[in-house]
């Protein structure tokens, strides 16, 4: 009955397609006639204006009665995320690019990067390491750059105990591990006479402790 009343045979259609936005594909509406944008989630939906199945959307009717009008939803309620406008199921796992690899959690994600955060200190062998962007790469590499010797020699920073300057790098000094009294915190550092990374403590106290309450008598 439906069909028989928003379905008009023959098929009339515009000659260019619509342009659709980015992640949502061309589609036949509910009548399998012309090509429509697929909706995305949350869009408003109906017979003719279908939903992006691909994505596992289907029209949901449930909030119609409310006055709001269907809208696109996963089936059996299932939650997801939209990422770039393209959408993923609960539990996905999916790169938006090569430098992340994330997974869709409960509506939203969770990322973890892909290319190795390490530090390279100088030596013997490359005095200036320099981490650049390599065509064709995801991931940036270290190279060794070359400098002029008479730059290393008047440079005054060379160790007596190294034939090349040390690069100094360390992290920020943690939280104290107490919040109250006496405690320690950390960092890693190359600040040494090896220019060697180390973890580093230094004595802490964030403020005094409270004076514990006298006991009561009994």
């Known amino acids: 009955q439906v069909c028989a009343q928003l379905c008009r045979r023959p098929c009339y259609c515009p000659w260019v397609p619509p342009r659709c936005p980015r992640g949502s594909p061309l589609v036949l509406d509910g009548c399998g006639c012309c090509k429509i944008c697929a909706r995305r989630l949350?869009?408003?939906?109906?017979?003719?204006?279908v939903c992006d199945q691909s994505q596992?959307?289907?029209?949901?009717?449930?909030?119609?009665?409310?006055?709001?009008?269907?809208?696109?939803?996963?089936?059996?309620?299932?939650?997801?995320?939209?990422?770039?406008?393209?959408?993923?199921?609960d539990g996905e796992v999916f790169q938006p690019s090569c430098k992340l690899q994330c997974r869709c959690l409960d509506g939203g994600f969770t990322c973890i990067p892909l290319c190795q955060e390490d530090v390279r200190l100088p030596t013997a062998d490359c005095p200036f390491p320099r981490r650049v962007e390599i065509p064709g790469k995801c991931c940036p590499e270290w190279i060794c750059e070359a400098r002029d010797r008479h730059l290393l020699r008047d440079a005054g920073a060379v160790s007596p105990l190294l034939p090349y300057p040390c690069q100094e790098w360390g992290t920020e000094w943690s939280a104290c591990s107490v919040t109250c009294g006496v405690g320690f915190s950390t960092r890693v550092s190359n600040q040494n006479r090896y220019c060697r990374l180390e973890t580093q403590r230094r004595l802490c106290m964030a403020r005094p402790c409270p004076a514990l309450p006298a006991a009561s008598p009994a």
């Open 42 to 49: 949350g869009e408003p939906c109906d017979y003719l204006h």
């Open 56 to 89: 596992g959307l289907v029209c949901d009717y449930s909030t119609a009665p409310t006055g709001t009008g269907a809208t696109c939803n996963f089936e059996d309620s299932e939650e997801g995320c939209e990422v770039n406008g393209r959408l993923y199921r």
